[in-house]
Nanobody
């Protein structure tokens, strides 16, 4: 299993930006498809973005497409959050899955981080 630790969350105004980081340790990071999910109060955890092992393929939820950008380097995966909206307020979780699983499906996630809070104030 790979261990994941997120950082970079915080409080930001509408239209602002944040960059979340997820540091990985343990099993070989490059073997994993990496992603981000989020969970708002009272709502289910939902897929946000994912990036392939090579970094050549990315996938985004429709709600964040054009505003969020996922990337990876060495043992870290990032997500740049731009033009933030109040509905982006949530705990953001880093996630690792394999190439043979559905990276959008919660049940297929192999490892989770502890989460980092993002709050967007209006």
């Amino acid at each position: 299993q790979v261990q994941l630790v997120e950082s970079g969350g915080g409080l930001v105004q509408v239209g602002g930006s944040l960059r979340l980081s997820c540091a990985a340790s343990g099993r070989t990071f490059s073997n994993y498809f990496m992603g981000w999910f989020r969970q708002a109060p009272g709502k289910e955890r939902e897929f946000v973005a994912a990036i392939s092992e090579s970094g050549h393929y990315t996938d985004y939820a429709d709600s964040v497409k054009g505003r969020f950008t996922i990337s990876r380097a060495k043992n870290t995966v990032y997500v740049q959050l731009n033009n933030l909206k109040p509905e982006d307020t949530a705990v953001y979780f880093c996630a690792a899955s394999t190439a043979y699983s559905d990276h959008r499906k919660i049940d297929d996630i192999r490892s989770w981080g502890q989460g980092t809070q993002v709050t967007v104030s209006s």
